[in-house]
Nanobody, 122 residues
Framework: QVQLVENGGGSVQAGGSLRLSCAAS????????MAWFRQAPGKEREAVAA???????YYADSVKGRFTISRSSYENTIYLQMNSLKPEDTAMYYC????????????????WGQGTQVTVGS
């Protein structure tokens, strides 16, 4: 089974930046839909951004203009560059891999990373 390994979480002050990475163990999954979700305590898991096999990208309205999702096919890795971070961005961020489907839906994805914590503010 494919495994996703996440890195890059941490604590920053408002206005700061972080770059998350998610490495897939199987090249095949890097060719399918991959996404970043986040979940804050007491909140439902929400889609943040996704990238498809054709390099089409999708973003939640709350992060447009601040976050950028990208992928490196050669490295089987996706990234989430997060700029101008706000306290409301604080959450556990999860990488997800899936097949074809609506990018917003948790059920589209069959494999999830362990999550990496992003904390903004003090």
């Amino acid at each position: 089974q494919v495994q996703l390994v996440e890195n890059g979480g941490g604590s920053v002050q408002a206005g700061g930046s972080l770059r998350l990475s998610c490495a897939a163990s199987d090249y095949t999954y890097s060719s399918n839909l991959m996404a970043w979700f986040r979940q804050a305590p007491g909140k439902e898991r929400e889609a943040v951004a996704a990238i498809g096999a054709g390099a089409t990208t999708y973003y939640a309205d709350s992060v447009k203009g601040r976050f950028t999702i990208s992928r490196s096919s050669y490295e089987n890795t996706i990234y989430l560059q997060m700029n101008s971070l706000k306290p409301e961005d604080t959450a556990m961020y999860y990488c997800a891999a899936g097949g074809r489907g609506w990018w917003l839906l948790v059920e589209t994805y069959h494999t999830w990373g362990q999550g990496t914590q992003v904390t903004v503010g003090s």
